[in-house]
């Protein structure tokens, strides 16, 4: 089945950086859309950053200038670089991948940025 394996994450001081990735298998990844989401308790899974399958790109506004999302289609792989980090960005991130009404998760990955 399809699989998208978040890692990267992990803990950070304010102002570091850590770099995402998204390994997706048994889709037609460069034909998807891919999105990093993130979600903190209690409250509902965000969009931080989406990159079409053309390469067009849109952050939340959190992560302007902050974050960059690309991707590598000859790895079937996404990235987020997140520079800047503050303590409101910890969350567990998410990659999803989107085509027209079929969407697929990945199992999330903890960021957590310490004070």
């Known amino acids: 089945q399809v699989q998208l394996v978040e890692s990267g994450g992990g803990l950070v001081q304010a102002g570091g950086s850590l770099r995402l990735s998204c390994a997706a298998s048994?889709?037609?990844?460069?034909?998807?859309?891919m999105g990093w989401y993130r979600q903190t308790p209690g409250k509902q899974r965000e969009l931080v950053a989406q990159?079409?399958?053309?390469?067009?790109?849109n952050y939340a506004d959190s992560a302007k200038g902050r974050f960059t999302i690309s991707r590598d289609n000859s790895k079937n792989t996404m990235y987020l670089q997140m520079n800047s980090l503050k303590p409101e960005d910890t969350a567990i991130y998410y990659c999803?991948?989107?085509?027209?009404?079929?969407?697929?998760w990945g199992q999330g990955t903890q960021v957590t940025v310490s004070s």
């Open positions: 990159i079409t399958s053309t390469g067009s790109t």
């Open positions: 999803r991948a989107i085509m027209a009404t079929t969407n697929y």
């Open positions: 048994r889709i037609a990844f460069s034909f998807y859309t």
